[in-house]
């Protein structure tokens, strides 16, 4: 299996547009969490899914921000509209079980810049 | 609330061994993980604690006792390629499933 993968790896826009990170997470896994990383806040857990059913948004921080999940191939997290303060590394991770696990394999993440 | 509390900074020499303390507070908890992020890259899995005792990865040992809420990570023969940001993380039940939650982070330079 190739992994999870994300895209884009970078991404520069301008404030006030729409930004739209992907993920694949890897075939058979059940649960798929997306993390923002910023060195003030460290890694912070935005939202996860279970079999596709968002779980908790509890970490989503504003309603700009909206994830989907519409198979288990496939995710993606929103921002819209943009804002300086957005520019951090958006990680995606899948676990293979839904219940009990820890372990998550994550993606190369999506470092995002908004100017 | 969720909360892991561990060092931001950890320095040490090749060859030596080094210990990175991990408390948590939370609501549920299912085990303690450790992962490490070396620059740019992405975190990966290290290792993981269910029960209480030491678990051991070739030069790496994760330990867990789950009445004192605490964990750590143990780092020996220490190499300069171990110099990364080594994270410990709590899988806790949600309304469904687990919450992975993440630590801050501890970053280990190694030095000659």
């Known amino acids: 299996d190739a992994g999870v993968i994300q895209s884009p790896r970078h991404e520069v826009t301008e404030m006030g547009q729409e930004v739209t990170l992907r993920c694949k997470p890897i075939s058979g896994h059940n649960s798929l969490f997306w993390y923002r990383q910023t060195m003030m806040r460290g890694l912070e857990l935005l939202i996860y899914?279970?079999?596709?059913?968002?779980?908790?948004d509890s970490g989503m921080p504003e309603d700009r921000f909206s994830a989907k999940m519409p198979n288990a191939s496939f995710s993606t997290l929103k921002i819209q509209p943009s804002e300086p303060r957005d520019s951090a590394v958006y990680f995606c991770?899948?676990?293979?079980?839904?219940?009990?696990?820890?372990?998550?394999?994550f993606g190369q993440g999506t470092r995002l810049t908004v100017v | 609330g969720q909360s892991l509390e561990q060092p931001s900074e950890v320095t040490a020499v090749e060859g030596a061994i080094v210990q990175i303390n991990c408390t948590y507070q939370?609501?549920?908890?299912?085990?303690l993980s450790w992962y490490q992020q070396h620059d740019g890259g992405a975190p990966t899995f290290l290792s993981y604690?269910?029960?209480?005792g030491l678990e051991e990865t070739g030069r790496f040992s994760s330990f867990l006792s789950r009445s004192d809420s605490y964990g750590y990570l143990l780092l020996q023969e220490l190499q300069m390629k171990d110099s990364a940001s080594y994270f410990c993380?709590?899988?806790?039940?949600?309304?469904?499933?687990?919450?992975?939650?993440f630590g801050k982070g501890t970053t280990l330079s190694v030095s000659s």
């Open positions: 604690n269910a029960l209480d």
């Open positions: 939370t609501s549920g908890f299912y085990g």
């Open positions: 993380a709590v899988g806790a039940p949600g309304q469904a499933g687990t919450a992975l939650i």
């Open positions: 991770a899948s676990s293979p079980r839904a219940v009990g696990n820890t372990e998550a394999f």
């Open positions: 899914f279970n079999n596709n059913v968002p779980i908790d």
